[in-house]
């Protein structure tokens, strides 16, 4: 073994892999270069994690014990008479009794990540700027107290396509979203304004680099690596400062975001109304987009060099790349893990189950150098018993 080698799997990258059909592909030097690199920074390689101390066994979240049945809904397919040409969360708050009157103990949703509301052609739910927070596009508009009112004759044509018009859909809910806000910064009664500066108070600084990040993203016409240097890699004051000079911008994103969280509360909340027993059961990607807020946000945990894909097999001869960052699993476990734990929460608040994509890489990863081929790919290892740890924590948390 050389010391590229060595390095490599003290780093926790696999020699190679066997594809579908048995045969084995050890990994190349260039692809052991490139990884080594990306998950060590410079750093020296980590020790072994202890296991975890002579304690009683953590038994994730069980639910009642029984088998249940639930109702799998695309939430942007759902149709209504008075929805935007998306389906959005009073459409699922009018869904869930209907689904409990014939025995759904839930609803089971696709992501509900932030996307790019801006680049409405990127719409894969798989693919998100942040998992920590909301597409705004699922906001029931004309539901919020500030709403006047907007276009009926743009909801209709919207409503009347075969498929989603994610632009159209957009370009309407952004610009009503927008003018909602600024009543709401003139107009809002003084429990609203109360319960928005709550929320933001319990999101804290991830509120706040995303905001920022929205509004930046939105200033410079390039992906944040290119951004100038002050901007790159910004400390907490740094952006406390930037919000209060452009703090109409920011508080926007933070509205937005506050306003989808109280809907989907909502929803979870007339799910246990209904009498479901496990309610909203919600999907988490499996990675996120290099060029998103949460990329930028945690640069130390995701590793922006590579992407999540898979091996070949017999409907991909050629492997799959899907263009999405993972978690550095050394990273990952800085601060008794906090990047999951936070991943965790976001997911778990409203939801009574969630579904972990690919098993949210909790033991393994198949990562790809940047401008290498799929199959030129390797599986890197995780932290499995830790992860498994830290899920089973969280899930008895909420």
Not at 222 to 241: F, G, Q, S
Not at 328 to 357: K, T, W, Y
Request: hydrophobic letters at 45%.
């Amino acid at each position: 073994m050389n010391d590229l080698e060595e390095k490599a799997q003290r780093w926790g990258i696999e020699p190679g892999y066997h594809d579908v059909f048995g045969k084995w592909h050890p990994v190349d030097h260039g692809t052991l270069r490139v990884l080594v690199e990306a998950l060590s920074h410079g750093r020296e390689a980590p020790q072994p994690m202890p296991a975890a101390p002579a304690v009683a066994p953590i038994r994730a979240w069980q639910g009642d014990g029984h088998q249940h049945w639930l109702l799998a809904v695309q939430l942007y397919s759902l149709r209504s008479a008075r929805n935007w040409g998306v389906g959005d969360f009073t459409d699922l708050k009018t869904l869930i009794p209907v689904a409990a009157l014939h025995g759904a103990a839930g609803i089971g949703l696709n992501p509900l990540h932030a996307l790019f509301p801006d680049r409405p052609q990127q719409a894969s739910p798989y693919a998100p700027n942040s998992r920590l927070f909301l597409n705004p596009l699922y906001i029931d508009v004309a539901a919020i107290p500030e709403f006047g009112r907007s276009s009926k004759e743009k909801m209709a044509a919207l409503r009347g396509g075969e498929l989603v018009d994610y632009p159209g859909v957009a370009k309407l809910k952004m610009d009503a979203l927008r003018r909602v806000h600024e009543r709401f910064r003139d107009k809002a009664a003084p429990a609203r304004r109360a319960d928005f500066d709550a929320f933001r108070a319990e999101r804290g600084e991830a509120l706040l680099r995303f905001a920022c990040f929205e509004v930046l993203r939105q200033r410079h016409d390039k992906p944040w690596p290119e951004w100038p240097a002050p901007w790159r890699t910004p400390a907490r004051a740094d952006l406390e400062r930037f919000r209060a000079d452009n703090l109409a911008a920011c508080e926007f994103e933070e509205f937005v975001q506050w306003t989808g969280e109280r809907q989907l509360a909502e929803c979870q909340a007339a799910a246990k109304a209904n009498g479901m027993s496990i309610g909203l059961y919600i999907d988490v990607a499996v990675g996120i987009d290099p060029q998103g807020a949460d990329a930028w946000a945690q640069q130390d945990a995701v590793i922006a060099a590579v992407s999540v894909g898979a091996p070949p097999d017999e409907f991909n001869p050629g492997g799959q790349d899907w263009g999405l960052a993972p978690f550095n699993p050394s990273a990952v476990a800085a601060d008794d893990f906090a990047p999951m734990r936070q991943l965790l929460a976001a997911a778990m608040r409203h939801a009574g189950a969630i579904r972990l994509d690919h098993v949210l890489g909790l033991k393994r990863v198949f990562m790809i150098p940047h401008g290498m081929k799929s199959g030129d790919g390797v599986y890197v290892r995780f932290p499995f018993e830790q992860l498994l740890r830290v899920v089973a924590e969280e899930s008895v948390r909420f």
